[in-house]
Nanobody
């Protein structure tokens, strides 16, 4: 069983910064892509940023220029540095691991989600 545990959420003033981190644990052989999604109250979950095992990144337009995603393949961790935060960034942020291969039991191409961490941007 693979578990994703997020940390780093909280309350921040507009213009401030936060860093989210996510660690994947379990009998993991490889993870294709890791990323962050968010869901604001009353809205659908949306992509924030993803990063592949080779380092290729993809950002939502709302995140470009303000957020930076990074990954440590050896540790199966992914982080999201969020700068210049705006009230509209307020949401629950979810970590995702896509295309996961595990050894015990052997499974290929699985998709896992963390439980989410709340980010509130408010003065």
């Amino acid at each position: 069983q693979v578990q994703l545990v997020e940390s780093g959420g909280g309350l921040v003033q507009p213009g401030g910064s936060l860093r989210l981190s996510c660690a994947a644990s379990g009998s993991i052989f490889s993870i294709n892509a890791m990323g962050w999604y968010r869901q604001a109250q009353g809205k659908q979950r949306e992509l924030v940023a993803t990063i592949t095992s080779s380092g290729r990144t993809n950002y939502a337009d709302s995140a470009k220029g303000r957020f930076t995603i990074s990954r440590d393949n050896a540790k199966n961790t992914v982080s999201l540095q969020m700068n210049s935060l705006k009230p509209e960034d307020t949401a629950v942020y979810y970590c995702n691991a896509n295309g996961v291969t595990t050894l015990q039991p052997f499974r290929y191409g699985m998709d896992y989600w963390g439980e989410g961490t709340l980010v509130t941007v408010s003065s």
